[in-house]
C-alpha cells in the first residue's frame, strides 16, 4: 500500500527547469511542502520522493492526516473506545 501510495504521488510531480542553470525544482500537487531541488532532473526526483517518503513518516507519526491519492488512503483509523 505504501509503495503503490509513493508511486502515485510521483505521478502527479511536477519539475520546472531553474533560470541560469541553477538545476531542477519538482513538487507534488497536492501534498503541501513536499518539493526538492537539485542539479539533475533525476537527482531532483530522487530527492524529491525521499522528501516524499519523510513527509508520510511524519504526518502519520503526528496524526496529520494526509490526501488520499488514487483511491490509496495511508491515514490509521482509530477505533472509539
Known amino acids: 500500500m505504501l509503495t503503490d501510495y ?3 504521488a ?3 510531480a511536477h519539475y520546472e527547469i531553474l533560470t541560469d542553470g541553477e538545476g531542477y525544482f519538482g513538487s507534488i500537487i497536492g501534498l503541501q511542502g513536499v518539493w526538492a531541488n537539485a542539479d ?3 537527482t531532483c526526483r530522487e530527492e524529491l520522493q525521499e522528501v516524499l517518503e519523510e513527509w508520510i ?9 494526509i490526501p488520499v491519492l ?11 473506545a
Open 57 to 65: 513518516i511524519l504526518g502519520l507519526k503526528m496524526g496529520i492526516p
Open 40 to 42: 539533475t532532473l533525476e
Open 70 to 80: 488514487d483511491g490509496i488512503e495511508l491515514n490509521i483509523k482509530r477505533k472509539a
Open 10 to 12: 510521483m505521478r502527479k
Open 6 to 8: 509513493i508511486q502515485a
